[in-house]
């Protein structure tokens, strides 16, 4: 079957362009099936992945009383707590999993609620109650042979954060910074648009055209859910709407990649929205775009490191490379 990015090789030197950069991200993590399932997509795309967690998916619900979260009462959560121990187990060894292979684990808060009119006190709670439950999850959950890194992995290694719902305010970014985030994910621009600095870097997911009027429209999949459905699962238009998604993410990808190179972002869940369009058109466009000259599919943090080395480059400066 002839596809849109197996037919549009890039005929420049490599000396020219910069790389073009691609970055895949899933919100929530829940889903054991789906943690294999993007973990496959990854090794054949040669792709690294970011995974935004929401630590009450560590939480077995008869536990849920253990979180407090920020104005609502306590064992309260937007997205339900794990099924039971063995779940938090089963999720955990992912989690540890996909660290191993070099992906990202990321903060999505706890119970997923929208904090935009939260303080700073509200927000360092919120980021507390993270640490506290990820770093303990092995033993207050009785699971046995915790790895011996994971204490350290949990306090040293999740500094990127993604606000639920995207949903930010004043306060989140000086909360963000006095936690020690390196950097913040939740918010969006109208075209792929490159990082900004300062001691918080921001990321933006952008909008894109889509659909036979290339309607502008977030990059994330549940965003294309509402428009093609409105939310509601219509299983006999997921080739479809999978062929919507898939064409939509190409032709972001083409415009950068023929031309200023700005790295593109996209977001998922792992929720399987219209019999899993979303998805099926990921794996499609991953699996080639991943793989074109100058491209490189990455985490968040890797792009991160990825662009520091290339400014202190530029600049004379000796990069850290361990």
């Known amino acids: 079957m002839c596809t849109v990015l197996a037919a549009m090789p890039y005929t420049g030197h490599a000396a020219e362009r910069p790389v073009q ?22 090794r054949e795309a040669g792709a690294n992945f970011t995974y935004f967690l929401s630590c009450t998916n560590l939480i077995a619900a008869e536990n849920k009383l253990d979180y407090a979260p920020p ?20 999720r955990l060894r992912q989690i540890w999993t996909a660290r191993l292979e070099g992906h990202e684990i990321a903060n999505h808060g706890c119970g ?30 009785d699971i046995p042979f915790a790895p ?22 004043s306060a989140l970014q000086p909360a963000l910074v006095e936690a020690g985030f390196t950097y913040d994910a939740s918010t969006v621009s109208r075209d792929p648009r490159q990082p900004t600095g300062g001691r918080l870097v921001g990321f933006s997911l952008p909008m894109i055209p889509e659909g036979p009027k290339a309607r502008r429209i977030l990059a994330m999949d549940y965003n294309l859910y509402v428009r093609h459905s409105a939310a509601m699962e219509q299983p006999g238009k997921s080739a479809e709407f999978e062929e919507r998604a898939y064409q939509a993410f190409s032709a972001a990808f083409e415009r950068q990649y023929r031309g200023d190179r700005v790295p593109l972002q996209l977001g998922f869940h792992f929720r399987l929205m219209n019999d899993g369009a979303y998805w099926r058109a990921l794996e499609r466009f991953a699996t080639e775009a991943c793989w074109l000259p100058e491209v490189r599919c990455v985490s968040y943090r890797d792009l991160l490191r990825r662009q520091s080395v290339a400014e202190l480059t530029e600049a004379g400066a000796q990069p850290v490379t361990d």
């Open 21 to 42: 950069f691609v970055v895949i991200s899933f919100d929530g993590a829940r889903e054991i099936e789906q943690w294999n399932r993007s973990r496959k997509l990854a």
């Open 71 to 90: 104005g609502h009462k306590r064992g309260a959560s937007n997205i339900g707590f794990a099924e039971s121990r063995e779940d938090v187990a089963n």
């Open 112 to 141: 997923h609620f929208d904090g935009g009119g939260w303080s700073a006190d509200q927000w360092k709670a919120e980021f507390d109650a993270f640490t506290t439950i990820v770093r303990d999850a092995w033993t207050a959950n």
């Open 148 to 169: 011996a890194g994971w204490v350290d992995f949990v306090e040293t290694e999740i500094t990127g954060f993604r606000a639920p719902y995207l949903s930010v305010g």
